[in-house]
């Protein structure tokens, strides 16, 4: 089974920073696509960024490159996403996915992404 788990939400002020962390299982984890994604109140939901585990390569949308940053901890199955100055516009559940096996440049595909975790909540306050 694909399992995956995102922790790390908060609610910090303007400007702050948190981590968030997603633990998969192994199976999923190893040379996949995994992926963050927030929906906000009244919003569709939107990728964030992703990774691809089998060679690391990320990639960002425009409203988070600079500030937002993956890294990876294959020993743990575990994505992390390092959110540095954050704005009130960030605020929303944040959602950790998997694509399923797929080649490097396949993990921007945002619609693709078929596993999904429950979520956690980032609050920023101006």
């Known amino acids: 089974q694909v399992q995956l788990v995102e922790s790390g939400g908060g609610s910090v002020q303007a400007g702050g920073s948190l981590r968030l962390s997603c633990v998969a299982s192994?199976?999923?984890?190893?040379?996949?696509?995994m992926g963050w994604f927030r929906q906000a109140p009244g919003k569709t939901r939107e990728g964030v960024a992703s990774?691809?585990?089998?060679?690391?390569?990320?990639y960002y949308a425009d409203s988070v490159k600079g500030r937002f940053t993956l890294s990876q901890d294959n020993a743990k199955s575990t994505v992390y996403l390092q959110m540095n100055s954050l704005k009130p516009e960030d605020t929303a559940m944040y959602y950790c996915?998997?694509?399923?096996?797929?080649?490097?440049?396949?993990?921007?595909?945002?619609?693709?992404?078929?596993?999904w975790g429950q979520g956690t909540q980032v609050t920023v306050s101006s």
């Open positions: 996915a998997a694509r399923g096996g797929a080649w490097y440049w396949e993990c921007l595909e945002w619609s693709a992404y078929i596993y």
């Open positions: 192994r199976n999923t984890y190893v040379n996949n696509c």
């Open positions: 990774i691809h585990t089998g060679g690391g390569s990320t």
